[in-house]
């Protein structure tokens, strides 16, 4: 009986030892002292060096990843541990404690910040390139959306922060890898985010399009207007048509032409190459977000210090703007906006990160458009704030003048384009300032992207017949009504205390759509390039 015993005891260690090896062995990928990865999506290489507790040098090298900001979903990575120790990941459902981290004594390091007016907690982290929670439980403020002016906010070292962080179970979304680097860049020795962009206050600008035009004619017009700030739309899949072959040139051209004239610039970046998307319908964004944010990286860092200002993606709570199997999302667009955010930072620390411009529309049926409200609602969900400089909004007007809000019967001889409060310029900038400060983010300013009243008088074109009957209210303002119109709405940008930059939709689409061209009702030169009214009360106003 001893015998059996004894065996039986044998087999049972061969067995755990068996089972030890095999795990070891299945963890290691069978290559003693590495674990291989298969990339999921929305991983990047600074995700994953984190989850193993390793670097994105390390796995870069491991790889032979030339660009660590290139990986695709499915590709299996080589995980190198020092040493032949293979470390785990961390689970991604780990308990957070719920014990309140207590009070530390301020440490002779410390910095104190003193609230200014209109200031609020997320601006102030930062400021400093921290979180708003660290600074939060660093001074056990429990509403992070009420600070005062006056008020003394101390700022914790960067070991304190981490150790916070550490505590709450938390990874800073700031923090980098030292070694991350836009396409054909130096890396970026910085442990996080250098954003040194300031808050713009209220501006003049307009859109133009300068590509196969005579820009240095339409910088010149756009400069008679005595605005500072021009905007461009880059439409990226007409300029990296297969992936990692950028067509440089024609952005370089109109960079210089702006940059020689002095003026601001603001790039609007949208509609992903039919490479980089899951559906050729409409435009829409890609399937795998770090290839935008490779295309703006590389932007910022080839137009540091000459483009000022990005804006990501254009009218994204629209279907036709956003056409992915996935469905119109705001979270999936803060997503967006964080990869991209983190690449243009990463490249140029002053460039100015603002939030695609919504439409004004009352449509909400979550397939084909989400209200602008609500969309800008679910974007500060899901943190928007943490990824922004600023709040892009398209304010226009319809056949409404700039001051009337709904819905009052503002004009009795329009039928129509008065029911809702998205059909009111000043009525969209007051609303969404309402949800910015139920969100704390007063501090932030609201940029108007594109605004303006369109008008077919003189064109000698209706609704209908030679443009899309959608558009019927234009036809309600006279050349006289939109050049009035536009010059009051300019007026009371800067009345508003909250407005920053607003871009005049637009300069000179007449002449590169032609009169049927729906673009061609907003433009202030007609389709010879001649002024019309608005250009004209534009140039001549005060600024």
Same mark, same amino acid.
């Given at each position: 009986?001893?015998?059996?015993?004894?065996?039986?005891?044998?087999?049972?260690?061969?067995?755990?030892?068996?089972?030890?090896?095999?795990?070891?062995?299945?963890?290691?990928?069978?290559?003693?002292?590495?674990?291989?990865?298969?990339?999921?999506?929305?991983?990047?290489?600074?995700?994953?060096?984190?989850?193993?507790?390793?670097?994105?040098?390390?796995?870069?090298?491991?790889?032979?990843?030339?660009?660590?900001?290139?990986?695709?979903?499915?590709?299996?990575?080589?995980?190198?541990?020092?040493?032949?120790?293979?470390?785990?990941?961390?689970?991604? %459902?780990?308990?957070?404690? *719920?014990? $309140?981290?207590? !009070?530390? +004594? #301020?440490?002779?390091?410390? @910095?104190?910040?003193? /609230?200014?007016?209109?200031?609020?907690?997320?601006?102030?982290?930062?400021?400093?390139?921290?979180?708003?929670?660290?600074?939060?439980?660093?001074?056990?403020?429990?509403?992070?959306?009420?600070?005062?002016?006056?008020?003394?906010?101390?700022?914790?070292?960067?070991?304190?922060?981490?150790?916070?962080?550490?505590?709450?179970? %938390?990874?800073?979304?700031? *923090?980098? $890898?030292?070694? !991350?680097? +836009? #396409?054909?860049?130096?890396? @970026?020795?910085?442990? /996080?985010?250098?954003?040194?962009?300031?808050?713009?206050?209220?501006?003049?600008?307009?859109?133009?399009?300068?590509?196969?035009?005579?820009?240095?004619?339409?910088?010149?017009?756009?400069?008679?207007?005595?605005?500072?700030?021009?905007?461009?739309?880059?439409?990226?899949?007409?300029?990296?048509?297969?992936?990692?072959?950028?067509?440089?040139?024609?952005?370089?051209?109109?960079?210089?032409?702006?940059?020689?004239?002095?003026?601001?610039?603001?790039?609007? /970046?949208?509609?992903?190459?039919?490479?980089?998307?899951?559906?050729?319908?409409?435009?829409?964004?890609?399937?795998?977000?770090?290839?935008?944010?490779?295309?703006?990286?590389?932007?910022?860092?080839?137009?540091?210090?000459?483009?000022?200002?990005?804006?990501?993606?254009?009218?994204?709570?629209?279907?036709?703007?956003?056409?992915?199997?996935?469905?119109?999302?705001?979270?999936?667009?803060?997503?967006?906006?964080?990869?991209?955010?983190?690449?243009?930072?990463?490249?140029?620390?002053?460039?100015?990160?603002?939030?695609?411009?919504?439409?004004?529309?009352?449509?909400?049926?979550?397939?084909?458009?989400?209200?602008?409200?609500?969309?800008?609602?679910?974007?500060?969900?899901?943190?928007?704030?943490?990824?922004?400089?600023?709040?892009?909004?398209?304010?226009?007007?319809?056949?409404?003048?700039?001051?009337?809000?709904?819905?009052?019967?503002?004009?009795?001889?329009?039928?129509?384009?008065?029911?809702?409060?998205?059909?009111?310029?000043?009525?969209?900038?007051?609303?969404?300032?309402?949800?910015?400060?139920?969100?704390?983010?007063?501090?932030?300013?609201?940029?108007?992207?594109?605004?303006?009243?369109?008008?077919?008088?003189?064109?000698?074109?209706?609704?209908?017949?030679?443009?899309?009957?959608?558009?019927?209210?234009?036809?309600?303002?006279?050349?006289?009504?939109?050049?009035?119109?536009?010059?009051?709405?300019?007026?009371?940008?800067?009345?508003?205390?909250?407005?920053?930059?607003?871009?005049?939709?637009?300069?000179?689409?007449?002449?590169?759509?032609?009169?049927?061209?729906?673009?061609?009702?907003?433009?202030?030169?007609?389709?010879?390039?001649?002024?019309?009214?608005?250009?004209?009360?534009?140039?001549?106003?005060?600024?």
């Amino acid at each position: 009986m001893r015998h059996v015993r004894k065996l039986l005891t044998v087999i049972v260690a061969l067995m755990v030892l068996l089972s030890l090896v095999s795990a070891a062995w299945a963890q290691d990928g069978g290559d003693g002292g590495q674990t291989v990865h298969t990339v999921q999506a929305g991983e990047n290489l600074y995700r994953i060096a984190l989850q193993y507790g390793t670097t994105v040098d390390a796995i870069a090298k491991a790889n032979n990843v030339t660009n660590p900001n290139l990986i695709v979903v499915g590709q299996k990575l080589i995980i190198p541990v020092s040493g032949g120790v293979v470390v785990p990941p961390t689970p991604t %459902t780990a308990p957070v404690s *719920a014990t $309140p981290m207590p !009070t530390p +004594v #301020p440490a002779p390091a410390d @910095v104190v910040h003193v /609230v200014q007016a209109g200031e609020n907690l997320f601006r102030i982290a930062l400021k400093y390139n921290l979180l708003t929670s660290i600074v939060a439980t660093y001074n056990n403020i429990e509403n992070p959306n009420l600070v005062y002016v006056g008020q003394e906010i101390r700022i914790p070292s960067g070991a304190t922060a981490a150790a916070i962080a550490g505590a709450a179970g %938390t990874p800073q979304p700031t *923090a980098v $890898p030292a070694t !991350t680097q +836009v #396409p054909g860049t130096t890396p @970026v020795a910085t442990s /996080v985010i250098d954003n040194q962009a300031s808050n713009v206050g209220f501006a003049y600008g307009v859109q133009v399009h300068l590509p196969n035009q005579d820009m240095a004619s339409v910088i010149t017009k756009a400069d008679a207007l005595d605005v500072t700030w021009i905007k461009q739309q880059i439409e990226w899949a007409l300029y990296e048509p297969t992936v990692g072959n950028i067509n440089w040139t024609p952005i370089d051209e109109m960079v210089s032409a702006a940059d020689a004239a002095g003026v601001n610039i603001l790039f609007s /970046v949208n509609s992903a190459p039919s490479w980089a998307r899951d559906s050729d319908q409409e435009k829409g964004p890609p399937s795998e977000y770090n290839n935008y944010a490779n295309f703006v990286g590389q932007l910022a860092q080839r137009y540091k210090g000459k483009v000022d200002a990005y804006e990501i993606w254009n009218e994204q709570n629209l279907r036709r703007e956003w056409n992915t199997p996935n469905g119109i999302s705001a979270a999936s667009y803060v997503e967006l906006l964080r990869v991209a955010y983190t690449a243009i930072k990463l490249s140029d620390p002053a460039a100015v990160v603002v939030t695609g411009g919504l439409a004004p529309t009352g449509y909400n049926d979550g397939v084909n458009a989400i209200d602008d409200r609500v969309y800008l609602r679910q974007m500060y969900e899901a943190g928007v704030a943490e990824w922004s400089d600023a709040i892009g909004a398209h304010p226009n007007g319809w056949a409404n003048p700039p001051d009337s809000t709904c819905c009052r019967n503002n004009r009795p001889a329009v039928p129509g384009w008065d029911d809702h409060p998205s059909f009111f310029f000043k009525q969209t900038l007051a609303d969404y300032r309402e949800i910015m400060k139920q969100y704390g983010d007063t501090g932030t300013y609201i940029w108007p992207t594109e605004f303006g009243w369109g008008s077919n008088d003189g064109l000698n074109v209706e609704p209908g017949v030679d443009f899309p009957a959608d558009y019927e209210f234009v036809s309600y303002t006279s050349l006289d009504e939109q050049a009035a119109y536009i010059v009051r709405a300019f007026q009371l940008g800067p009345t508003l205390g909250y407005v920053g930059p607003m871009f005049l939709w637009n300069l000179n689409f007449c002449e590169v759509v032609g009169v049927t061209g729906e673009q061609c009702l907003w433009s202030l030169l007609d389709p010879v390039g001649n002024p019309r009214p608005a250009y004209t009360a534009v140039r001549d106003m005060a600024k």
